[in-house]
């Protein structure tokens, strides 16, 4: 059987791949499916992050980040070029996960609360999250991204 969603039948360690590439695959369509979907709304999003001055950049930013997601996604889906699009999900996963910290630090210092009950929405197309929900869900993706890019052939 040739087909890429079809379920691996060797070891424990094809299973384990054969899922995460699914959870990251279906996620990350998810997200950007999300942001592609309301422009707008990301696109204010990004610009809560104060990174960007340039207007031209912040829109190419937002319009072209939630497709790469999706094409990083369905890659992942069909079981195509698994360790390259792994390691482009590393590289937007770490600055996302150290931007999305920063914003956070700047709140609770702003609004003086604990670390873990800030809560904003990230930009990452799941809406309002608490700041240590989030940094937990960003950490597993990283793992399984890691995973995917460094797993024996």
């Known amino acids: 059987m040739n087909n890429a969603l079809a379920y691996p039948t060797r070891n424990t360690a094809d299973i384990a791949t054969w899922l995460a590439r699914l959870t990251l695959g279906a996620l990350f369509v998810y997200m950007g499916a999300h942001k592609a979907l309301h422009p707008v709304d990301f696109l204010k999003l990004v610009h809560q992050y104060d990174l960007v001055k340039n207007f031209w950049l912040l829109n190419a930013i937002a319009g072209v980040l ?82 995917l890019l460094f797993k024996p052939r």
Do not use: H
């Open 66 to 147: 939630p497709w790469f997601e999706i094409f990083c996604g369905l890659l992942l889906l069909a079981g195509r070029v698994v360790r390259g699009s792994a390691l482009m999900l590393i590289l937007m996963l770490v600055p996302f996960t150290w931007l999305v910290c920063q914003r956070a630090l700047n709140l609770q210092s702003a609004l003086n609360i604990p670390f873990c009950a800030v809560k904003f929405d990230c930009g990452c197309g799941n809406g309002e999250t608490f700041i240590c929900r989030k940094i937990m869900e960003n950490v597993a993706l990283l793992a399984l991204s890691v995973w």
